[in-house]
C-alpha cells in the first residue's frame, strides 16, 4: 500500500511537529496502561484464569472486562487492534458455544490450551524484561495473535516498544527511515526494528513512544487513502435518531448474531444469518460484507444518517470502535460517532439504494451535501472546492492497480464480464497522468477526462482478438499505400507498442500507459514475441534485436501496462505461463453495493448476490454476471421497464449461452422462472417481473430500516 504522506521528508516534518499538543492524549495513555498493569499484574499472569482473559464468556453488568476485552476497547488511547474478528486473540469462545482456537491449541480442552497459552505469554514478559528479544520466536502460539501481543509488550515494557502494532503499518514505517524487514517477521520484530531507527537518529531525541506514533499516523498513515462513505440508517424511518444523536452513536439491528467480533469472515457470518433468517436463495453474503464492514469502521470514517431515500438527518465522523452491547433492548451493534445536524437536509432527487440499511454514499455526493449544495443545482455547477482539485485520496481499487503497476510493471484486471475493468483501467490513468480529481467527479466529467488523456497519448488503448500479430503490436512488413509503383510495395511499420516505447524513451520522466482491452482474446506469446522478456522491470532498458528488421530495441523504463480479461471467455490458468510470470493479476468481481436500489418489492443488491451464488454453484464463479448489467448510467436501474430489458434482454441471453441449451441446467439457476415445458425463460410483463424476481431469489433476511 502507498504511503500518504503530507511532508515527503520525515526529518524534516519532525522538526515542525508540535509534541506539546500530547500533553493530555499521553496522560489518558498513561492512565490506561496503569489500569492494566492494576488488574492484571505482572506477578500475576501465572495463575490468571482464562475466564479473566478470553472473550467471548458470559459476563454480569457491572463486572470487570476480560483482558481481551480490555485491551482491544477499553484502551485506546495505549493504541489500536480494533478491526477484523476475536481470532486476533487466539482463543476466544464463540456464540456456538465452542472455543476456536489457533492451530497450535487446536485439539486442546479450553483449559489445556489456555495454560499452554499463558506460559507462552509469561516466558515472553520475562524474556522481555530480561531483553532477550530473540527468545521470542520460540513462542508458536504467540505468533497468531501479533497484535495483541505487541500492544501487551509495549504495555508492560514500553521502554522497548512503541505503541505501534499492525504489521503491515510498522513495515511501512521502517521503510520510511530506511530500515528493512525481515521477511515473515512478527510485529513485534518490526516494531523493535523501527525503536532502533527512532533512537538512531538525533531529531527524535527526547520523544516518547506515544509522540513517536502520533507523528508518523498523522504524517505518514499507511492506510488506504479512501475508505467507502456508508449511509446507515437509524431505525425504520429514523425511529431511534433521537437515541443516537444523543448517545453520540450509530447502531444497527440483527442482534440475534450475537457479536460480530466472533466471526472470521463474511461466509461465517452469512450462516449465523442463514440459522436466524433462513433464505431461498441460500442467505445474504451482501448483508454479511455490510456488517463486517460497519464492525471495522475506523475513527475518521464518515458516514450519513438518512430518513427514507430523500432526507439527511446528519453526518457523522467515526470516533470509537465497534462494541456488542447486549444490554441495550434493541440494536446492540454500536459504533461511537460524533454527528453533526447542520448537514441536514432533503436532497432534490430519492437515492433508490437508501431503502436498506447501509449503502455507499457517492465521494462527489457526500462533498455536495457537506458543502450545503446537495439539493441546489446539478452537481456540474455545486461541486465542493475540493472537488476542483486534485483529491488527497483515491479510491481503494485505483490504489492496488498503482500499487501493482509500481511493483510489476503490468497488471491484468480479471472477472466477470460487466464488473468495470476496464473503467477501472482507465481510473488508474487518470491517476496516473494528474487527473485523478476527475475520480470524483460527475460521470460527465469523468468521461471528459478519459477523453483528454487518450488525446494526450500519454495513454493509448487498443483492442486484441483472435488475428492481431506481432505486426500490429512490435514490427512488420505491411503494404505501403503511399507508394506509387506497379505492384505491391511492402514497409516496415512500427506497431503500436513500439510507437508507445519511442514515446516513452522521448519523456522519461512521464509515466506512458498501455491499456489492452480484452488481452486474452489475442495469441499472447505470438504478440509479444521476444519481448516477454523486457516486461520485467529489471529488464527495462536492456537492448535486443528484433526478430524481423534486427533492430535494437529495449523497454523503457517509464512504460506500464493495464490489460482486461473476461474469465467467462478464457480463465487465468488457459495463459501462457511466462505470459502469466510477468503480469500481476488483480480480480475484479461483481459488486452488490454498485446495484444497491430496488424496483418495487426487489431488493437489486440480494436479488444480484443470490443470482450470482446460482451461477457459481451450478457453473462458476467465472461465469457470474457483472454489475454493470443492472445500471443505467452509472446508477441502479430504477423502473420495471429498465428491469424488464436488462432481465429479458440482457441476463437471460448470457445465462442460455452460458447453460448451451441445458434447459435443466438454466432451470437450476432461475428455478420458477424457467418454463418446465419448453426449457426456456418466461416471459412476463415488467409490471410483473420485480416481485417474481424478489419471490424466487430475495426471501428472507429483513435490510430495509430506510
Not at 64 to 84: D, N, Q, V, W
Request: aromatic share 8%.
Amino acid at each position: 500500500m502507498t504511503v500518504v504522506m503530507k511532508q515527503a521528508n520525515p526529518w524534516e516534518t519532525a522538526a515542525t511537529f508540535d509534541r506539546t499538543a500530547l500533553a493530555e492524549v499521553e496522560a489518558a495513555a498513561e492512565d490506561e496502561r496503569k489500569q492494566v498493569l492494576a488488574q492484571f499484574p505482572l506477578e500475576e499472569w501465572a495463575t490468571l484464569p482464562l475466564s479473566r482473559y478470553a472473550l467471548g464468556q458470559p459476563t454480569s453488568s457491572g463486572s470487570a472486562p476480560t483482558y481481551c476485552r480490555l485491551m482491544e476497547f477499553g484502551t485506546p488511547h495505549l493504541g489500536s487492534i480494533k478491526g477484523g474478528s476475536a481470532a486476533k486473540h487466539i482463543m476466544y469462545h464463540h456464540r456456538s458455544g465452542e472455543w476456536r482456537l489457533a492451530a497450535p491449541l487446536r485439539g486442546m480442552e479450553p483449559e489445556s490450551a489456555w495454560t499452554t497459552l499463558r506460559e507462552q505469554f509469561v516466558r515472553a514478559f520475562e524474556a522481555v524484561a530480561a531483553e532477550d528479544f530473540d527468545a521470542l520466536d520460540d513462542l508458536d502460539a504467540l505468533r497468531f495473535g501479533p497484535t495483541l501481543v505487541t500492544k501487551s509488550l509495549a504495555t508492560y515494557f514500553p521502554q522497548h516498544f512503541l505503541p505501534i502494532y499492525a504489521g503491515e503499518h510498522l513495515r511501512n514505517f521502517v521503510v520510511l527511515l530506511g530500515g528493512s524487514v525481515q521477511s515473515g517477521a512478527p510485529a513485534w520484530h518490526s516494531n523493535r526494528r523501527l525503536l532502533e531507527l527512532v533512537r538512531e537518529r538525533e531529531e527524535f531525541d527526547g520523544w516518547t513512544g506515544h509522540q513517536v506514533m502520533h507523528f508518523l499516523y498523522e504524517y505518514f498513515d499507511p492506510r488506504p487513502r479512501q475508505r467507502a462513505i456508508w449511509k446507515i440508517a437509524p431505525g425504520e424511518r429514523g425511529r431511534l435518531w433521537d437515541e443516537f444523536r444523543d448517545g453520540e452513536t450509530v447502531r444497527v439491528g440483527w442482534d440475534e448474531v450475537g457479536d460480530l467480533g466472533q466471526y472470521q469472515s463474511d461466509t461465517e457470518l452469512k450462516k449465523a444469518l442463514d440459522e436466524q433468517w433462513p433464505r431461498t436463495s441460500g442467505g445474504s453474503l451482501t448483508l454479511a460484507r455490510r456488517l463486517l464492514a460497519f464492525r471495522d469502521l475506523e475513527a475518521g470514517d464518515r458516514i450519513v444518517a438518512n430518513r427514507g431515500t430523500d432526507e439527511i438527518l446528519a453526518t457523522g465522523t467515526v470516533s470509537g470502535s465497534y462494541r456488542y452491547d447486549n444490554d441495550l433492548p434493541e440494536y446492540q451493534h454500536l459504533v461511537p460517532v460524533t454527528w453533526d445536524d447542520s448537514h441536514a437536509q432533503k436532497l432534490p432527487k430519492p437515492q433508490h439504494g437508501w431503502r436498506s440499511t447501509f449503502a455507499k454514499v457517492d465521494p462527489s455526493l457526500f462533498a455536495r451535501i457537506t458543502n450545503g449544495s446537495a439539493g441546489l443545482g446539478s452537481p456540474e455547477t455545486n461541486r465542493s472546492p475540493d472537488t476542483d482539485r486534485a483529491p488527497a485520496t483515491l479510491p481503494e481499487d485505483v490504489e492496488a492497480v498503482l500499487e501493482a503497476l509500481n511493483r510489476k510493471g503490468q497488471v491484468i484486471l480479471h472477472g466477470p464480464p460487466g464488473t468495470g475493468k476496464t473503467r477501472l483501467a482507465l481510473g488508474a490513468a487518470l491517476a496516473l497522468t494528474g487527473y485523478a480529481d476527475a475520480l470524483a467527479g460527475t460521470p460527465d466529467q469523468r468521461a471528459a477526462a478519459q477523453r483528454e488523456i487518450l488525446q494526450s497519448r500519454r495513454v493509448h488503448m487498443v483492442t486484441f482478438h483472435p488475428s492481431y500479430g506481432y505486426e500490429d503490436f512490435i514490427e512488420g512488413f505491411k503494404p505501403d499505400l503511399s507508394a506509387t509503383g506497379p505492384g505491391l510495395t511492402l514497409a516496415l511499420t512500427d506497431g503500436v507498442f513500439h510507437s508507445l516505447c519511442a514515446k516513452a524513451d522521448a519523456q522519461p520522466d512521464e509515466t506512458v500507459l498501455l491499456i489492452i482491452d480484452e488481452i486474452n482474446r489475442g495469441d499472447l506469446p505470438r504478440i509479444f514475441g521476444e519481448l516477454v522478456t523486457l516486461l520485467e522491470l529489471d529488464k527495462r532498458g536492456m537492448p535486443i534485436d528484433l526478430s524481423v528488421s534486427g533492430r535494437s530495441f529495449s523497454v523503457p523504463p517509464n512504460i506500464r501496462i493495464i490489460g482486461t480479461m473476461n474469465t467467462a471467455d478464457r480463465s487465468i490458468s488457459h495463459l501462457d505461463a511466462a505470459v502469466r510470470r510477468r503480469f500481476a493479476f488483480l480480480p475484479v468481481g461483481p459488486d452488490p453495493e454498485a446495484v444497491s436500489g430496488a424496483v418495487g418489492p426487489l431488493d437489486l443488491a440480494q436479488f444480484f448476490e443470490a443470482l450470482n451464488t446460482r451461477i457459481s454453484q451450478h457453473l462458476d464463479g467465472d461465469h457470474q454476471i457483472g454489475h454493470a448489467y443492472l445500471l443505467r448510467d452509472d446508477e441502479p436501474i430504477a423502473t420495471e421497464d429498465d428491469l424488464a430489458a436488462a432481465f429479458h434482454h440482457d441476463v437471460i441471453p448470457l445465462l442460455e449461452d452460458y447453460c448451451l441449451g441445458q434447459a435443466d441446467l438454466l432451470h437450476r439457476i432461475l428455478g420458477g422462472l424457467v418454463d418446465a415445458d419448453t426449457g426456456r425463460a418466461a416471459l412476463m410483463s415488467p409490471q410483473d417481473l420485480p416481485n417474481a424476481l424478489a419471490t424466487e431469489f430475495t426471501t428472507g433476511v429483513p435490510d430495509t430500516d430506510a
